[in-house]
């Protein structure tokens, strides 16, 4: 894959009656370094104009994302654990805890597909179900697409 990419992020979040959907599309730099690959990309939060500084890291059956800005956080996935982190918000801390239910890497040449399934906790209260889907492509066959 190139070193220039393409990021898509879509997250699925239901809580027992709503359901809220999200999803990033940015530009942003890819690299494999011992056998992990490196996703790396800024994340532009509502009235907030300094980027939050986004690193996606994929090894074997395990996902770890980490975003450092005005939020802090470091979130990992490991299929069927759970895993905490606090959340740092200017507002105080937050304890989230992720319990993976799955975990999905799709890796092909020039593409990068993650799919995640998690239950999420703040405080040790149940929140929600969630999923997130991350795709990477090459900018280069995005171009080709457009063209």
Do not use: A
């Not at 809580?15 to 530009?27: F, R």
């Not at 980027?51 to 996935?77: A, L, Q, Y």
């Not at 020039?110 to 990477?136: A, F, G, P, R």
């Amino acid at each position: 894959m190139t070193k220039e990419v393409l990021v898509t992020v879509s997250g699925l979040r239901l809580d027992g009656t709503q359901e809220e959907e999200i999803e990033l599309v940015t530009p942003g730099k890819y690299y494999n370094k011992n056998g992990k690959d490196y996703i790396l990309y800024d994340e532009y939060l509502q009235d907030i104009n300094t980027p939050t500084k986004c690193s996606i890291i994929i090894s074997h059956e395990k996902v770890d994302i980490i975003k450092r800005g005005g939020n802090n956080v470091h979130m990992t996935f490991e299929k069927k654990k759970k895993n905490s982190s606090f959340y740092n918000t200017p507002f105080g801390n937050l304890l989230m805890g992720f319990y993976t239910k799955d975990l999905k890497v799709e890796k092909e040449e020039e593409k990068l597909n993650v799919h995640i399934k998690y239950n999420l906790d703040i405080n040790y209260n149940h929140v929600s179900e969630s999923d997130i889907i991350i795709k990477v492509e090459s900018k280069k066959n995005y171009k080709e697409l457009l063209e």
